[in-house]
């Protein structure tokens, strides 16, 4: 058997995971440890016992709390940054400079200052650094753009996003053991409901149409849930062709209801996504025939999840970086549009929409 931390066996790509909380133990690590061409050689946490934890999944693994000594591991070629947004930027330039690919959790960072530091350090260190927008792989979605681009739906008039979560104060990811919310922390996380959910929307309009939103306006919403940011969003937008987007985000969304949408509605039919959003394989995707009304199923890969799909993408890539579709200076350039869409303010920070409301009564 090959041993897996062997840094001369270069037919698998050896990955540090950095941050082993809930997107990483749940959705990185299922899609590492299921590829052939993948393996894990180190775990870093500021929690050592998390990365341990997480560690003794991959054979050969070791578990760090120091980023430097992690990222030193021998056979470490790519790190995936899965800790809170605040902490993104010290982790993917500790990445960067010693010299692995950097796949980072959305968003790139909780502030535009992190985030154009992150994308600088990796700039500078010259690696192959992606934001881990998954849903871009997403079997389902990867259909549609490849649809869009033959034309099947015309003159693609817009693009409708929704993509929501029940997320109150207290909550915890499945096997928290910590109860940390930071999501809801505006310093941590950087905003709400919209900083956490529109990149995703954001990154996939571009991805599906080959072209990005390039005006855009937020409302943001707190309604349900007692906290310092936004519990729903809604962001509206255009592309330079007149595309007109719409993506909506929540956390105050119950989980019974339907909360993972997009339609993508064109001149000769409608193609219409659900519970594809998200981090698992599956879901459905059907074509509306404009002609007739009438709906179809469309095919797709329902055994590929999107973290699969992208730990796949990253790995070709890394033979040949300069291929890689969405260099980070176009996602930095969306998380401008982002804050932007929101006119005065960053987002968390905002004026309490019913204490304005109050102080205008007043
Ligand atoms: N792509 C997706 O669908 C998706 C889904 C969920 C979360 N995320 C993103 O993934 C990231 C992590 O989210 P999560 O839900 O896994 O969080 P989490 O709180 O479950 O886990 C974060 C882990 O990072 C560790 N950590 C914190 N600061 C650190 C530091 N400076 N150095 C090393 N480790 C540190 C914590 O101890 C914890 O184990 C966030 O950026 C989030 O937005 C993406």
Same mark, same amino acid.
């Given at each position: 058997?090959?041993d897996? !931390? ?5 037919a ?17 690590a299922? %899609?590492?440890?299921? =590829? #052939?061409?993948?393996?894990? /050689? %180190? ?15 991959? #054979?050969?693994?070791?578990? @760090?709390?120091?980023?430097?000594t ?11 940054v899965a800790? #809170?947004? @605040? ?13 692995l ?21 990796c ?15 997403h ?21 409708r ?15 928290s ?6 999501r809801v922390?505006? /310093? ?18 571009? $991805? ?7 005006? &855009?306006?937020?409302?943001? +919403?707190? !309604? *349900? @849930?007692?906290?310092? *940011? ?7 937008? =255009?592309? #330079? =062709? ?7 985000? =929540? ?18 039919? +409608? ?5 594809t ?20 199923? /469309? ?9 699969? &799909? ?14 890689w ?11 401008h549009?982002? @804050? ?16 304005? $409301?109050?102080? $205008?009564?007043?």
């Amino acid at each position: 058997m090959t041993d897996p !931390r062997d840094p001369a066996d270069d037919a698998t790509t050896g990955w540090v995971i950095a941050g082993a909380g809930w997107v990483a133990r749940d959705h990185m690590a299922p %899609a590492l440890a299921a =590829s #052939p061409t993948s393996r894990v /050689v %180190a775990v870093v946490d500021r929690d050592l016992g998390a990365a341990r934890a997480l560690a003794q999944r991959f #054979p050969g693994a070791v578990a @760090h709390d120091d980023l430097a000594t992690a990222f030193r591991e021998p056979g470490a070629r790519a790190a995936y940054v899965a800790t #809170p947004n @605040h902490a993104h930027r010290e982790v993917a330039a500790a990445a960067a400079a010693a010299g692995l690919a950097v796949l980072c959790e959305k968003p790139l960072a909780a502030t535009l200052d992190d985030a154009a530091a992150l994308v600088q350090a990796c700039e500078e260190a010259g690696v192959l650094a992606a934001t881990a927008f998954d849903q871009r792989f997403h079997p389902a979605h990867r259909r549609t753009a490849e649809l869009l681009a033959e034309g099947a739906l015309g003159t693609v008039t817009s693009v409708r996003i929704v993509y929501g979560c029940w997320l109150p104060p207290g909550w915890a990811p499945p096997g928290s053991t910590t109860g940390d919310n930071w999501r809801v922390d505006p /310093v941590r996380a950087g905003g709400g409901a919209y900083v956490d959910l529109a990149p995703h929307g954001l990154d996939l309009v571009g $991805a599906l149409l080959g072209e990005d939103v390039e005006v &855009a306006t937020t409302h943001l +919403q707190r !309604r *349900v @849930h007692d906290y310092a *940011v936004d519990d729903g969003s809604v962001l509206v937008g =255009s592309t #330079p =062709s007149g595309v007109l987007v719409s993506i909506a985000n =929540s956390f105050n969304t119950v989980e019974t209801l339907p909360r993972r949408r997009l339609e993508v509605v064109g001149t000769r039919g +409608q193609l219409v996504a659900q519970n594809t959003m998200g981090q698992t394989a599956g879901g459905t995707l059907e074509l509306i025939d404009a002609a007739t009304g009438e709906s179809s199923p /469309v095919g797709f890969d329902t055994a590929t999840s999107p973290f699969a &799909a992208q730990v796949r993408a990253v790995e070709e890539a890394l033979a040949d970086p300069a291929r890689w579709p969405f260099p980070l200076a176009r996602d930095l350039r969306l998380l401008h549009l982002l @804050h932007a869409a929101l006119g005065a303010g960053v987002p968390g920070t905002r004026p309490d929409p019913a204490l304005t $409301a109050q102080e $205008a009564r007043a």
